[in-house]
């Protein structure tokens, strides 16, 4: 069950700092890289934030798993 949390925190890590870097440049407050299509486009800020929720969930079911 521990390399099962450890996987499921590893994995929740990712979308959650995915999720947020989608979400920034969906709001126009990080424009990198230049040539992405996602800058300014509100519906990534919204698919990032979904991400970054989901991300957040799966951390904190890692939490749970691990303590079993």
Not at 13 to 41: K, N
């Amino acid at each position: 069950m521990r390399l099962l949390g450890w996987i499921i925190r590893v994995l929740g890590i990712l979308l959650f700092a995915a999720g947020l870097l989608w979400t920034l440049q969906g709001l126009g407050i990080v424009m990198w890289p230049q040539e992405s299509f996602m800058l300014a486009d509100r519906s990534w800020a919204v698919r990032g934030a979904i991400t970054a929720a989901i991300g957040l969930v799966l951390i904190w079911l890692a939490g749970r798993v691990a303590r079993r």
